[in-house]
């Protein structure tokens, strides 16, 4: 057949561009239909005047995204099922209840979950997604509406978990950055060896962690994460099982208790006091429930997140004991003990253990900036093995560039003069919020927890419902948060966290100032 396609050989347009546009159109306007046949490279280049080789080329662009078909000795034609047929939404050719009856079922997911009523036409099952079936660990997520993204969140201050990163020494950070960069080594392009992570890094934190908190660890107990919540998630991975018991602050930090919940595990809320978490509520449930033996207790003792408190020295030691009798492990996330501005520092639970019962759970995230997704985890010798293979699986290996940098960064003693440097930073920020909320509420406002960590858990007395407050000081650029998110149970009323450590003094005054209108109004 003979086929009109025109070229131009003053285009700016390649040949082979020309061709291929010109038999596409010519296909997607219904000029060439559907299995008709075209005519073979030698004949079309002789047609065209131009090399066989330009034509092959377009033949084989239109041939790979499915406009045309090849058939060995017979030719090639118009492809019968185009690309852009394909790629339409196609109309349900399967009956809705033949499809339903087909899909196998999942049980609820969670003990006392509610399931929309299927005569609601509104109703979507949370097991499923157009009919197909989800995991356990998606339907858990999906069922427990408490995370959401916005791309266009606006800029609030007193918002959660932000260091005062304008402090950061990024001169003495960028020049490491610099000269690692410089040794243009090409390993750092390649994937290490050891998921674990770069073995320098791994020395330099089993040194700084003897030094500053007590723990006594090899640096092949060491494993580089992305930051607290990846450790937290290879606990769950590692150590949970589906319907295990696992024990967590009441109220407790809401990355843990979604974790473990989306794992299956039946997730035991332990209550807080003064002291920390309470091991004589651990007790009561081992009462309650003879043979009780939780697979792991989650506990953040530095700084109790939300709450503030610090456990005490003996209450870490009858922790200890009481896991090491029933055969639990502590799970230690210390996300920022390097903040105590009263009394002489607590050693680390990981730090009185002797027997492999506490993993450790560390990050720099509050301590250097939060973009900076490096933690690490300090597990007994026997399970550096398997949490390294489950850290390989999730996502081979943490930066080696940035691990490299800390490393030298820990090792030259920067880390540790920026942290003595914050910690008087923060100190005195602390106080000057203590101070303003005494002046702008009275007697209205109690503030939780002991001096330590760079947020403070607040009471306010107010005739508002807490989300109302919330939605306000937002409106009014201050970003503050209810802690009604970190109880499982049933959540105090008035109970607010604030975050100061990247304001400054003149900030944090006015913020206060705003938020005593609002909540007292």
Known sequence: MDLLIHVDQSS???????????????????????????????????????????????????????????????????????????????SPTVDPATLEASTPKVKARSRGRKRKDASDPGAQDPDKIQGYRLSWYATALRSRQWLSFSADEPEVQLSFGRPAMAEFPMRVWNQLLLHHARKRNLGLLDSPANAAGFMPLREQLASYLSRVRAVACQPEQVIVVNGSQQGIDLVARVLIDRGDDICIEEPGYIGAQKSFEAMGANVLPIRVDKQGISVDALKEHERAKPGFSPQLVYVTPSHQSPTGVVLSVP???????????????????????????????????????????????????????????????????????????????????????????????????????????????????????????????????????????????????????????????????????????????????????????????????????????????
């Open 12 to 90: 700016g347009v390649s040949l082979h561009r020309q061709i291929y546009d010109s038999i596409r159109g010519a296909i997607l306007s219904g000029r060439l239909r559907s299995g008709e046949k075209l005519p073979s490279t030698r004949a079309l280049s002789k047609s065209l005047g131009i090399a066989r080789a330009t034509v092959t080329m377009s033949f084989d662009s239109l041939l790979s995204e499915g406009y045309i078909e090849a058939s060995v000795g017979a030719g090639t034609f118009v492809s019968r099922a185009l690309p852009e047929e394909l790629m339409r939404p196609a």
């Open 315 to 521: 209450r870490r030691l009858e922790l200890i004991s009481w896991a090491r009798r029933v055969g639990a492990y502590i799970v230690e996330d210390d996300y920022d003990s390097e903040y105590r501005y009263k009394g002489r520092p607590i050693p680390a639970l990981a730090g009185l253990d002797h027997a492999g019962t506490v993993i450790y759970i560390g990050t720099l995230s509050k301590v250097l900036f939060p973009s900076l997704r490096l933690g690490y985890l300090v597990v007994p010798l026997d399970l550096a093995e398997v949490f390294t293979r489950a850290k390989w699986l999730t996502d081979r290996h943490s930066p080696l560039l940035e691990q490299q940098v800390l490393a030298d960064f820990i090792r030259l003693g920067h880390l540790e003069r920026h942290i003595r440097k914050m910690r008087n930073l923060y100190e005195q920020k602390r106080k000057l919020v203590i101070e303003s909320l005494k002046k702008h509420f009275s007697t209205a406002a109690t503030v939780l927890g002991d001096a330590a960590g760079i947020n403070v858990v607040v009471r306010i007395a107010s005739d508002k419902d807490d989300a109302e407050i919330v939605l306000q000081a937002k409106a009014a650029g201050i970003g503050i948060s209810s802690t009604g998110h970190c109880y499982l149970g049933e959540a105090p009323r008035g109970e607010f966290q604030i975050n100061y450590a990247h304001l400054n003094e003149d900030a944090i005054e006015q913020c206060i100032e705003r938020l005593a209108r609002i909540a007292l109004s």
